[in-house]
């Protein structure tokens, strides 16, 4: 099998950026002497089953740093066709990837977002070997562990959601090229990969990862990102 992986750092960052009051977008943003991004391009050129690391930049970002991603070695491939929309960036890097590699149909591709700083390698191959070959791909995720609560428009609770069953979804997601495409055109409005697989009738394989995969969304996000790769250095 064929593994590539896509990923999608064709944001601003708005919501890290307004907090923050920095201009730089979220994915270039130092974490642990690094830009955040290079953590995740790093871990996905390591990790021996991926072929090759697509990633997937605005069309006019100014703020690439190529000379410290060169040591990142071949593996890892930039493409300047984001989208106004993740979902977007994703499909336009699909397309651009099958330009250079040509029939990549059934291949798999591993989607990450540049904004999940902590992914291991171990993860990745953990969701590999996990998914296989089912043909609905898979995803990481983390069943919830808070209790859920419904608000109405006053910001206070109207209900309380049962968590039985409900997991968050983290990347990477992965699915075969064609029919990530296919899903994609056919749900432009998805916020995740698996959601527009989900629109086709599959059901994409959950596979549990851990809270140290976040997401960095907010300025504490980046501080505790910090303090989880820190902690795995020293250990
Ligand atoms: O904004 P958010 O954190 O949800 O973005 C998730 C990922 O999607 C980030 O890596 C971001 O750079 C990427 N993205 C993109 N193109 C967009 C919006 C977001 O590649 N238009």
Not at 26 to 33: D, F, I, N, S
Not at 141 to 161: C, I, W
Not at 212 to 221: A, E, F, H, I, Q
């Amino acid at each position: 099998m064929t593994y590539h992986a896509l990923v999608p750092a064709a944001g601003s960052g708005s919501r890290m950026g307004a907090l923050s009051g920095c201009a730089l977008p979220k994915q270039y943003l130092p974490l642990a002497g690094q830009p955040m991004i290079r953590h995740a391009l790093a871990t996905l050129c390591a990790t021996p089953a991926i072929m090759d690391v697509f990633v997937v930049l605005a069309p006019d970002d100014i703020h690439w740093p190529a000379a410290a991603m060169a040591t990142l070695g071949p593996k890892l491939r930039v493409l300047r066709c984001g989208g106004d929309t993740r979902a977007r960036s994703v499909a336009n890097g699909l397309r651009a990837m099958a330009g250079e590699l040509g029939e990549i149909g059934n291949d798999w591709v591993l989607v990450h977002d540049a904004a999940r700083p902590c992914l291991t390698v171990a993860m990745v191959e953990n969701l590999i070997a996990e998914v296989g070959e089912e043909d609905a791909g898979g995803l990481l995720a983390m069943p919830v562990a808070d209790t859920l609560k419904r608000s109405d428009d006053n910001g206070r609770v109207r209900q309380t959601v049962s968590r039985d069953g409900l997991w968050q979804a983290q990347t990477p997601q992965m699915f075969r090229h064609r029919l990530l495409l296919d899903a994609l055109d056919f749900a432009p409005q998805v916020t995740d990969e698996a959601s527009a697989i989900e629109t086709l009738g599959l059901s994409p394989r959950l596979v549990a990862a851990d809270v140290s995969n976040l997401k960095v969304t907010y300025p504490l996000d980046l501080q505790l990102a910090a303090w989880i790769l820190q902690n795995r250095e020293q250990s």
